[in-house]
């Protein structure tokens, strides 16, 4: 029985053909996506509904049902924060060929792997060892042995296929199953070229996490950060890009300037950062693409911490002349700065709100660093930190709701608070976590720690509860990571 | 005498060696019980509001306490689905053998014994029940004349349950259902959605029709879009705890029930 591509979009799909929706993601060369299924319970689920009703009925008719009053009602408090088990058994292939990648049966265990380790590495999911799984073949993709999952102890089945098309790209096949209800919850197919392989699988897991946590997707995501080696009075410090767990990593400078707080564009084709060229501090644009720089405010002023507005089309920084600090705005394209802030003392560290309407960033007026909101236009400015410390490195998250920080005293350390300031909650306790960046989905957030006395710098993630903490694997030290949107 | 010793000492080395085989197959067996006993067990404290309610029963029916041993034999009728013996599918694909052409006896031989010794295995895990709390017996009513003499007209008796029974009852099949009630971390606001989900059981106390979300309370803007995940986190608490050990005496009072689930814990 052999599966057809297009049968793994859901049935509410467009009409369109489905060759015509895969050329589109091959020539692309991103992942196609399939609509995501109707919030609509399936057809199966309402079948059984149905014929429940019609034995209540039946029962009721038989007048076997106890009285009305006897409606028996138990209270269930407190569920169990726990991770769900869930199985990704290796994605077999309807035949096997060969790609730049590898031949399409290896591709299939290599696909389950990346899952598995998103889903475990979110915290929410516990994967079943391998040793607890079955080989999956093709035919059962569509048709899961609910037998074995359920004594295996999964509440949901992650199956899929890996297929070598005729022009060169590959179909991965994603499929959902809820093992307890013997249904399926989700399915999604995803056209790539063979280097994209991880792509895919990233989005296969995207796809797991959002339909069973009702979060959104952030797997297939980028990080840019600040790859660190040498002595710790003469460190050589390069830009470098990777997948948000590590794979693909590249460097984008050669480390002859040292950069610092690189930031993404919402098109991830350009980063904003600070280099010192020339001993002096300012703010550049590098294009992905061309591998060039330039210099965004042609001045001689410092200029620093510079971040990109939602909508990519300004840059927010500061700059220093004479002694005080504030915030600008510039043109991404270049031009007139046009000032945000006029108060003494350093104004930095601006983060725009996921609407672009609001800025939140440090200020040490009050006479110790606090954060505050104001508007984008600079209008209405107020405190919103007012903990014990120093509050500094401010970034709001893409969802809206939450604004994380580094909070010094004592120590360093990386929290989050409401965008008024409220429900203040500390996540890490390290000597020194600092620099915090949101996942696209605003539910994990990464940050660097430094060790006490090595100064060596390490890329670490943890999540909103402060209990999933790990380390991000980098080639050499890290810091300063800023994660990137959702790849389209 | 010589000789003889050596025999009787042959078969007592012989007998050992059996023995201890057949008690090292026990050892392999028991290894894999350990994983089931989850220590969810903390819910059988709760228990202590059943025997509350067991006495007002007592009043109703002043039987011969010989109910409990009728309970327990019920009690073993109806266990876990036993559908395990299906997984051996898996082993079958031991055609092999047969393309050879060559009848070499050699090469035809060894195949055999193999499959063979490999079966016995599979069978083993799928004995394993699904994980879930000990929960009292059915007979935890004790003293409740248990006879179901067809003649006396179930009616009455469902009529007859107290509410301090009801809440026994309610108390049990609670005891049953929480620990298979997880919920994904984090999600704040998640946590004060409240779902009611409607659960109609059969007599052996297995699901008779899927459970249905009958409403919801404390749903905002912030945590709509978590809605559907907390019905199926309490859906699914349902379906892995089933089949729940209820007293068959209680059925009419258990067929139907209305759970409430509130993730959060009451503070």
């Known amino acids: ?488 | 005498m010589e000789r003889s010793e050596r025999t009787g000492l042959g078969l007592s080395v012989v007998g050992h060696i059996g023995l201890l085989a057949i008690l090292s197959l026990n050892l392999m067996s028991v290894r894999k019980m350990p994983k089931l006993s989850e220590p969810m067990d903390v819910m059988l404290v709760d228990k202590a509001g059943l025997t509350s309610a067991a006495p007002e029963i007592s009043k109703e029916a002043p039987q011969a306490a010989e109910a409990p041993e009728v309970a327990p034999t019920i009690e073993d009728a109806p266990p876990p689905e036993p559908a395990p013996a299906k997984p051996q599918p898996a082993p079958a694909p031991k055609p092999a053998p047969a393309p050879t052409p060559k009848p070499a006896p050699k090469a035809a031989e060894p195949p055999k014994p193999t499959p063979p010794a490999a079966k016995p295995a599979p069978p083993a895990p799928p004995a394993k029940p699904k994980p879930k709390a000990t929960s009292l017996g059915t007979d935890f009513l004790k003293g409740i004349p248990v006879d179901k003499s067809a003649g006396k007209s179930t009616a009455p008796r469902a009529a007859a349950i107290s509410p301090l029974a009801m809440n026994g009852l309610a108390a049990l099949i609670a005891s049953q259902v929480k620990p298979c009630y997880t919920i994904p971390a984090g999600g704040a606001d998640a946590a004060s959605i409240v779902s009611k989900i409607r659960l109609r059981l059969k007599k052996d106390g297995s699901i008779a029709v899927a459970p249905e979300v009958v409403g919801n309370l404390g749903v905002n803007p912030a945590n709509q879009p978590y809605l559907r995940q907390m019905n199926e986190a309490a859906t699914r608490a349902l379906q892995r705890c089933a089949p729940y050990k209820l007293p068959a005496d209680l059925f009419e009072a258990w067929q139907d029930i209305v759970f409430t689930f509130r993730p959060a814990q009451m503070s």
Request: proline letters at 8%.
């Open chain 1, 1 to 488: 029985m052999r599966l057809r591509p297009f049968r793994i979009f859901p049935k509410s799909a467009s009409p369109s053909p489905s060759g015509e929706r895969l050329g589109r993601g091959l020539s692309n060369c991103t992942c196609a996506r399939g609509d995501t299924p109707p919030p609509a319970p399936p057809m199966e689920e309402r079948g059984v509904s149905r014929a429940g009703a019609i034995l209540a009925f039946f029962m009721a008719a038989l007048g076997l049902s106890a009285p009305a009053a006897a409606q028996l009602e138990v209270d269930i408090t407190g569920g169990i924060a726990q991770p769900m088990p869930i199985a990704i058994p290796g994605m077999p292939t309807p035949s096997v060929a060969n790609t730049p990648a590898g031949d399409t049966a290896s591709l299939g265990q290599r696909v389950a792997e990346v899952v598995t380790n998103d889903l475990k590495n979110s915290g929410l999911f516990n994967p079943l060892p391998k040793s607890a799984l079955e080989t999956v073949s093709h035919p059962q993709v569509t048709a899961p042995d609910y037998i074995f999952w359920t004594q295996s102890g999964a509440q949901a089945l992650v199956q899929g296929f890996v297929q070598a098309n005729g022009d060169g790209s590959l179909t991965v096949g994603c499929y959902l199953y809820d093992v307890l209800a013997k249904s399926e919850l989700a399915r999604q197919g995803f056209v790539v070229q063979p280097s994209q392989w991880r792509r895919a699988a990233h989005k296969c897991a995207d796809t797991v996490y959002t339909r069973l946590t009702g979060e959104g997707p952030y797997f297939d995501s980028r990080v840019v950060y600040v790859s660190e080696t040498g002595p710790k009075t003469n460190r050589t410090k390069r830009l470098a890009i990777m997948d948000q767990d590590g794979a693909n990593h590249r460097f984008l400078t050669n480390g002859q300037t040292i950069v610092l707080t690189p930031r993404f564009a919402p098109n991830q084709q350009t980063i904003t950062y600070m280099s010192y060229t020339n001993n002096r501090a300012r703010v550049y644009v590098y294009d992905i693409g061309s591998g060039t720089q330039r210099l965004v405010v042609d001045q001689p002023n410092m200029t620093f911490a510079p971040r990109f507005s939602p909508d990519g089309r300004s840059i927010v920084f500061s700059m220093a002349i004479g002694g005080n600090t504030d915030i600008y705005r510039v043109a991404a394209s270049g031009g007139a700065p046009q000032r945000l802030t006029t108060s003494p003392g350093i104004d930095t560290g601006a983060s725009y709100s996921p609407d672009g309407s609001r800025i939140v960033f440090e200020s040490d007026r009050s006479g110790t660093q606090q954060l505050y909101v104001m508007n984008a236009d600079g209008s209405n400015q107020s405190r919103i930190s007012f903990g014990s410390g120093r509050y500094g490195s401010a970034a709001w998250s893409p969802r809206g709701d939450l604004i994380a920080f580094t909070r010094i005293g004592g120590g360093f350390n990386v929290g989050i608070m409401g965008v008024d300031g409220s429900g203040e909650k500390i996540l890490t306790n390290g000597w020194q976590d600092e620099g915090p960046s949101w996942s696209p989905n605003g539910r994990v957030i990464m940050f660097f720690r430094t060790g006490q006395g090595s100064g060596k710098a390490d890329l670490w993630s943890v999540d909103l509860t402060g209990v999933n903490e790990r380390p991000v694997p980098t080639p050499l030290d890290g810091s300063d990571p800023a994660w990137g949107p959702l790849l389209p």
